[in-house]
C-alpha cells in the first residue's frame, strides 16, 4: 500500500512538472510570434515611411496625383489598429506607385516624343528660314537680272536695227559695185568658236566663216579665178594680220585697192556653193565688222556681223 502511494505521488510530480514544461514551452512559443510580429509591424512601419516619403517625392513632380496622394495619407492613419490592413494598404500603395511610376514613364515617353516633333519642327523652320533667304536672293538676283535683260534687250533691238539698217545699206552698194550676172546669192557670214560653233561674244571669237551661192554666172566669168576676202571694222579698217593680201580690184570700170585677210583660187562654174573661213589672229574687239568678197573683176557679195 505504501509502494502504491509512493508511485502515485511520483506521477502527480511527474504530471506537474510535464504540465509546467508544456505551459513553459507554450509561453516561449507566444513571446517568439509576439517579437516576430513585433518585427514585421517594425519593418511595415518602416516601409510606410518610405512609401510615405516617396509620395511626397511624386507629389512635386505630378500636380494631378496630388488628391491620389491625400487619400493615401488619410488611410495610412486607419492602418495602425491592424497587421493585415496594413498590408493591403501597403499593397495598394505599392500598386498605385506602380502605376504612377507607369504613368511617368508614359509621360517621359511622351515627352521624349515632342521634343523629338519639336527638334524636327524646328529644323523645318530652319530650313525653311535658309530657303526663304536663299530666295529672296534669287529674286533679288533675278530682279538685277531682268532689269539688265530688258537693257540689253533694248540694246539688242537697237543694235540689230542698227545692224539691219548698216546691211541695208551694204546690200544698196553691192548692187551699185556687183557685176549683174556675176555676184553672190545667200552671202552669209559666221563668227565660230574654237569648236565650230557660233558666237556672238568677242571674247569667245576664233574664226569667222563666210558662205554664198554663185548661180546662172555667164561663161565669159567661168575658169579659175583668185577670190579674196576682206573684214573691215565699222571705220572700215581692215582687221590686224601678220602678212595681209594687198590687191587692186576693177569694182564697175573703177580700180580699187583692198586689204584682204585671205585668199583662194576657185575653178568658177556656171553654180556652185563656196566658202571662205579665216583663223584669227587677234581677238577683235566689240563692235561691227563688215566681211566682203571680192574676185579681180568686182564684189561678189557683203555682210555686216557684230560682236558683243
Not at 34 to 50: F, V, Y
Not at 127 to 154: C, G
Not at 245 to 264: E, M, R, Y
Not at 281 to 304: H, M, P, T
Amino acid at each position: 500500500m505504501k509502494s502504491i502511494n509512493i508511485i502515485l505521488g511520483l506521477l502527480l510530480l511527474a504530471g506537474i512538472l510535464a504540465l509546467g514544461w508544456c505551459n513553459y514551452t507554450e509561453k516561449q512559443s507566444f513571446d517568439a510570434q509576439l517579437s516576430s510580429l513585433t518585427a514585421k509591424n517594425t519593418t511595415l512601419s518602416g516601409e510606410i515611411s518610405e512609401i510615405q516619403g516617396l509620395k511626397s517625392n511624386l507629389e512635386g513632380e505630378i500636380a494631378e496625383l496630388q488628391a491620389k496622394f491625400s487619400d493615401l495619407a488619410e488611410e495610412n492613419q486607419s492602418l495602425k489598429g491592424s497587421v493585415k490592413d496594413a498590408q493591403r494598404e501597403i499593397n495598394r500603395r505599392k500598386a498605385a506607385i506602380t502605376q504612377l511610376t507607369q504613368e511617368m514613364q508614359g509621360k517621359d515617353g511622351e515627352m521624349a516624343s515632342l521634343r523629338s516633333q519639336l527638334s524636327s519642327l524646328l529644323g523645318v523652320k530652319s530650313q525653311l528660314e535658309s530657303e526663304i533667304t536663299s530666295l529672296k536672293s534669287e529674286n533679288e538676283s533675278l530682279k538685277a537680272e531682268n532689269a539688265q535683260l530688258t537693257a540689253d534687250l533694248k540694246t539688242t533691238r537697237e543694235e540689230k536695227a542698227e545692224l539691219a539698217r548698216l546691211n541695208a545699206t551694204i546690200q544698196e552698194e553691192v548692187e551699185n559695185l556687183t557685176l549683174e550676172n556675176f555676184k553672190a546669192n545667200g552671202f552669209t557670214v559666221e563668227v565660230e568658236k574654237r569648236n565650230t560653233k557660233a558666237t556672238a561674244w568677242s571674247r569667245f571669237a576664233k574664226q569667222v566663216k563666210v558662205s554664198f551661192d554663185l548661180v546662172g554666172v555667164p561663161e565669159k566669168y567661168q575658169g579659175v579665178r583668185d577670190l579674196y576676202l576682206v573684214i573691215t571694222d565699222e571705220n572700215g579698217i581692215a582687221i590686224k594680220k601678220a602678212n595681209p593680201i594687198a590687191k587692186t580690184v576693177n569694182l564697175n570700170g573703177q580700180t580699187t585697192d583692198i586689204t584682204a585677210v585671205s585668199t583662194q583660187s576657185v575653178d568658177i562654174t556656171e553654180s556652185q556653193r563656196l566658202n571662205f573661213t579665216h583663223k584669227l589672229e587677234e581677238r577683235l574687239s566689240k563692235g561691227f565688222y563688215r566681211a566682203s568678197v571680192y574676185s579681180d573683176i568686182g564684189l561678189l557679195g557683203s555682210s555686216s556681223f557684230r560682236l558683243r
